[in-house]
């Protein structure tokens, strides 16, 4: 019972971490750190991932906890499909804030399309939802490996290391959501392979 209590509390962990919200914020670190713009000054770079931090992850997780208090939903109760359609439509109206300020302030394409990479994938996601539930989660990992694979492709790096780091990333968050009930085998792996190919094709062609 302590053995099943400790992998259910791992789980839990692994979930929270690895939270769909951190995909943007990752995506320019990485951005950041290993392509041409690594040159660019520190300030930048930190209010460009600032504004990211506040529009992708602070706000949303703030707005969507304010409304399941109000609606008085534990977490287990927001994750029903025909519950998340607001949680949903908040987080994607923040990441079109984000992105209409970052194009105000004309801040780089490459910088911008992770965002809107990341929005393409919840609207996937959304749409899908409407008819079958699917894993936000491995969706938001699975835009990592398909970004990942886009960028590489762009600015000419061999990705393979990274991409066996995000694979082992998406075998341990995708167990963690079926530990935890909250999605199914195919839930899991549909998520993946609806983030990857989002990612990739916006990265690359919009």
């Known amino acids: 019972m302590t053995r099943e209590k400790g ?7 692994i979930s929270i971490v690895f939270t769909p919200f951190y995909l943007p914020l990752v995506g320019q670190i990485a951005l950041f750190s290993f392509s041409y713009m690594n040159q660019m000054p520190k ?3 930190l209010q460009v991932l600032l504004l990211t931090y506040l529009f992708t992850i602070l706000i949303p997780t703030m707005l969507i906890y304010l409304y399941r208090k109000l ?9 029903r499909k025909h519950r998340r359609i607001v949680p949903y439509a908040i987080s994607i109206a923040s990441y079109l804030t984000c992105v209409h300020l970052m194009y105000t302030y004309h801040i780089f394409h490459f910088i911008v399309i992770i965002i809107i990479a ?27 490996a398909g970004g990942l694979l886009a960028f590489a ?33 195919g839930q899991v792996v549909a998520g993946f392979i609806v983030g990857f190919f989002c990612s990739g094709y916006t990265i690359l062609y919009i």
Do not use: Y
Not at 7 to 13: F, G, S
Not at 161 to 174: D, T
């Open 71 to 79: 609606m008085g939903w534990t977490l287990r109760d927001l994750s």
């Open 118 to 144: 990341a929005l393409v994938v919840q609207a996937a996601c959304v749409l899908i939802n409407i008819f079958w539930k699917i894993s936000t989660h491995t969706a938001a990992v699975g835009g990592v």
């Open 153 to 185: 492709e762009l600015f000419m790096f061999n990705p393979v290391m990274w991409l066996c780091l995000v694979l082992i990333v998406a075998g341990v968050l995708g167990s963690a959501r079926i530990i935890l009930r909250q999605h199914t085998l």
């Open 7 to 13: 992998i259910i509390i791992a789980a839990r962990v």
């Open 43 to 45: 300030e930048f770079k």
